[in-house]
């Protein structure tokens, strides 16, 4: 059974920082591209990070570019979302996802099609 189980999220003040993971079981996930989308109330879904199997090649959203950071540890089999200097709207459910069909690959997709699997999602409030 494939699991992604998200946590770190939380209740912030603006400026502040949090540290999201995201935990996959029941796959080699050390393998394949994964990344980060956020919802916030009464919008879509958006992208905000993602990276290859391995380190190389991240994409950041223009809204989180310069404040979060994107990692993963493959021994772990967790990824990771470093958030500083985060502001009231950057409040959301934040979602991790497994793209299956980029493994072994170099390149990352936005679109939140192309992902396959997904974790339950963890709440990042910001209050200004």
């Known amino acids: 059974q494939v699991q992604l189980v998200e946590s770190g999220g939380g209740l912030v003040q603006a400026g502040g920082s949090l540290r999201l993971s995201c935990a996959a079981s029941?796959?080699?996930?050390?393998?394949?591209?994964m990344g980060w989308f956020r919802q916030a109330p009464g919008k879509e879904r958006e992208f905000v990070a993602a990276?290859?199997?391995?380190?190389?090649?991240?994409s950041y959203a223009d809204s989180v570019k310069g404040r979060f950071t994107i990692s993963r540890d493959n021994a772990k089999n967790t990824l990771y979302l470093q958030m500083n200097s985060l502001k009231p709207e950057d409040t959301a459910i934040y979602y991790c996802?497994?793209?299956?069909?980029?493994?072994?690959?170099?390149?990352?997709?936005?679109?939140?099609?192309?992902?396959?699997?997904w974790g339950q999602g963890t709440q990042v409030t910001v209050s200004s």
């Open positions: 990276m290859p199997w391995s380190g190389g090649r991240t």
């Open positions: 029941g796959r080699t996930f050390s393998r394949y591209a």
């Open positions: 996802a497994v793209d299956s069909s980029r493994r072994l690959s170099w390149s990352v997709s936005a679109s939140a099609s192309e992902y396959d699997y």
